[in-house]
């Protein structure tokens, strides 16, 4: 039997006197992909920063592998393994792509080692002196996720990582999903781009207004579609 990594219960959140999330509930086991879908504004990226505890005030009860994070700062959530990565990316523009790589600080152990991340990106192996900031989108959103895979992080925060880039590269990062779920890894994505996202989650969790409204798993996908069309007005 599966074991439980993240478990969200009644978690709202805050930025300022804006409140956000109205009580989230959802669990993510080991192993499992779970994609949030959801219109903008839905909530999505702000269960994944207030996960992380980078929201404003937020209460409620966030464990991971049974451990209470809602107390705990950003760094401190982060040494439970977990990566995350934000829509911004974050690539610094006065490093090289070699550096930051390696810029990160390790979390835990297991984490992937330059070969192994080079062989499932080559074009940082490739790209590594150059500036951060000259690599393309594509390179730069690789470079944001190799980044926290290097860290030892086992469940991986991924935030609209498919936005905006050319179908080529977004199919490319679709096999690294695979790759990373056969690898062990457990994922938590928020993808607009549902035609990315439809072939690789073993859950959907649908968000309206901060709270999460329905779930449903693959096998489930083709009878829900019609009505997922008009919660994501696509």
Known sequence: MSKRFLEVKDLHAWYGESHVLHGVNF??????????????????????????????????SVKVHGTEAIG???????????????????????????????????????????EQIHAMFPNLKE?????????????????????????????????????GLAPVIVQKLAEMVVALRQQGYTIVMVEQNFRFAAPLADRFLVMEHGQVIQEFTQSELPARMERLHEYLGV
């Open 127 to 163: 790209r590594a002196a150059s500036q951060g900031t000259r690599l393309s989108g594509g390179e730069q959103q690789m470079l944001a996720v190799a980044r926290i895979l290097r860290t030892g992080a086992r469940l991986l925060l991924l935030d609209e990582i498919s936005e």
């Open 72 to 114: 705990l700062a950003t760094h401190r959530i982060a040494r439970l393994g977990i990566g995350y990565c934000p829509e911004e990316r974050g690539i610094f523009a006065s490093l090289s792509a070699h550096e930051n790589l390696l810029l990160p600080p390790k979390l835990a152990d297991g984490g992937m080692p330059v």
């Open 27 to 60: 669990h993510v086991d080991e192993g499992e992909v779970v994609t949030l879908l959801g219109r903008n504004g839905a909530g999505r990226t702000s269960t994944l920063r207030a996960i992380m505890g980078l929201t404003g005030a937020r209460k409620g």
